[in-house]
Nanobody, 119 residues
Framework: QVQLVESGGGLVQPGGSLRLSCTAT????????MGWYRQPPGKLRELVAT???????TYADSVKGRSTIARGNGRTTVDLQMNSLKPEDTAVYYC?????????????WGQGTQVTVSS
């Protein structure tokens, strides 16, 4: 089994910065890609950023240029640094991982962490 544990959410003023972290725990798995999605109030879940094992990154246009995604040491951690935050960044942020576990590929999600951008 694979679990994703998130941290770093909270209340931030407009223009501020925030760093979200996610660690994958378990055993016997191989991570192919990790990333972050978010679900704003009343809207569908949407991509924020992803990063593959080759460190290829993808960003949503809405966060491009003010966000950076990176894998941590041991390659089981993914961090998302977000700067110049806007009220429209308010959402529940979910960590995501595409994983191979005992020869079976699957997608895993964290429990979500609330980010609120407000003065």
């Amino acid at each position: 089994q694979v679990q994703l544990v998130e941290s770093g959410g909270g209340l931030v003023q407009p223009g501020g910065s925030l760093r979200l972290s996610c660690t994958a725990t378990g055993s016997g798995f191989t991570i192919y890609a990790m990333g972050w999605y978010r679900q704003p109030p009343g809207k569908l879940r949407e991509l924020v950023a992803t990063i593959t094992n080759a460190d290829t990154t993808t960003y949503a246009d809405s966060v491009k240029g003010r966000s950076t995604i990176a894998r941590g040491n041991g390659r089981t951690t993914v961090d998302l640094q977000m700067n110049s935050l806007k009220p429209e960044d308010t959402a529940v942020y979910y960590c995501y991982a595409r994983v191979g576990l005992y020869g079976v590929d699957g997608e895993y999600w964290g429990q979500g962490t609330q980010v609120t951008v407000s003065s």
